[in-house]
């Protein structure tokens, strides 16, 4: 039966804009090959240069799709991101492809990476929709960028990915997917066709790829629900231990605490079940610190407040955790180059 999968609708946590380094498999490899330098090409998008031989460490979402479009203006190559999906195969998934290859069926391939994706990318969602036509699935996957970043190219290399997948999991219906694309073809639409192995349409209402149902009770030849169940396993440890929204996770639990005096990073840490360093070392290996965390969301926060006249400017400043308003104005001159007061009457003057 496929009914079961007709409902998944699985989002990728709180973090929306991290994702395992991994993600950068043959970059560096289809840059060079076309007389680029990878180095300066993440240099100039502010990825750490670890990233190019760490496959765990977390990078920005946003910044990675910004890599992507700027390597394609370098490179003069109006399609890396069909390229580079080319140069990629399934370890890209890390042990998530243990969970796809081996599942029981088609069906559950798909559920199982769903559930899972967020080991790799948290700042994405999936979305299984009802199509006009029955005998077919469409799977929505978006990636939650800031407004403003570049995304055509990272989204040719996400359904590249996509294509390549289902052609892996399923030879026999490889042709039989369809991409759907929002925005229109950079490049000959035959382009496309060929890196898919698959028709595409273009200028769509939403990104997808367009599945036949029937495939879902597909066994899978290699099912092995032992490697499933390993696997899982693995994922959720290391989840635990190094989560890729761990800078959502502190940004929560020091919202909560602010206005009590309990946002300290020791405070913070010992919610999180580790010590003050580990905190430290994890959150610097995401380009953060604890102290920058606090200060943008009090920031933040201090935007919303000061907009509600029936909050007093010394309430204000002791929500936001300052024990002296003195500190609280000297904050705001800081990130608004104006005194509370005048941030409250311009913000209350606003349309």
Request: hydrophobic share 45%; glycine share 6%; net charge negative.
């Amino acid at each position: 039966m496929v009914t079961s999968y007709e409902v998944q609708n699985v989002s990728a946590g709180m973090a929306k804009e991290m994702i395992q380094a991994r993600a950068l498999g043959g970059f560096r490899m289809l840059v060079e090959a076309h007389g680029g330098d990878p180095k300066a090409l993440l240099t100039r998008c502010k990825i750490p240069l670890a990233a190019l031989t760490k496959p765990d460490l977390p990078i920005s979402l946003d910044s990675l799709a910004s890599l992507y479009d700027h390597a394609a203006q370098v490179l003069e190559m109006e399609d890396f991101g069909l390229q580079l999906s080319r140069c990629q195969d399934l370890t890209l998934y890390g042990p998530l492809a243990l969970i796809v290859l081996h599942a029981q069926t088609v069906g559950d391939a798909l559920v199982g990476l769903m559930r899972h994706f967020a080991f790799h990318t948290p700042g994405a969602s999936f979305q299984i929709a009802d199509d006009a036509d029955p005998d077919v699935i469409c799977v929505r996957y978006a990636l939650n960028l800031q407004p403003g970043t570049p995304s055509r190219q990272i989204v040719e290399q996400s359904y590249g990915m996509a294509a390549k997948l289902w052609s892996t999991m399923v030879p026999s219906e490889a042709a039989q997917a369809r991409i759907l694309l929002r925005h229109a073809p950079a490049v000959p639409p035959r382009v496309y066709e060929k890196s898919f192995g698959c028709p595409c349409s273009f200028e769509q209402e939403t990104d997808a790829i367009v599945l036949p149902r029937r495939a879902l009770d597909f066994v899978v030849p290699h099912a092995d629900p032992e490697l499933v169940a390993t696997a899982e396993g693995y994922i959720a440890t290391i989840m635990r231990r190094h989560p890729l929204d761990l800078a959502q996770q502190v940004k929560a639990l020091v919202a909560e605490q602010l206005a009590f005096g309990g946002a300290t990073i020791e405070n913070i840490a010992g919610q999180l079940k580790m010590q003050k360093r580990k905190l430290q070392r994890l959150l610097a290996e995401q380009g953060l610190y604890f102290e920058s965390i606090v200060d943008e969301l009090r920031c933040d926060l201090a935007t919303e407040y000061l907009g509600n006249a029936a909050l007093s400017l010394q309430t204000v400043g002791t929500m936001l955790g300052y024990n002296e308003q003195s500190s609280f104005t000297r904050a705001c001159k800081r990130w608004f180059d104006a005194s509370p007061k005048l941030v409250r009457q311009t913000r209350l003057a606003a349309p």
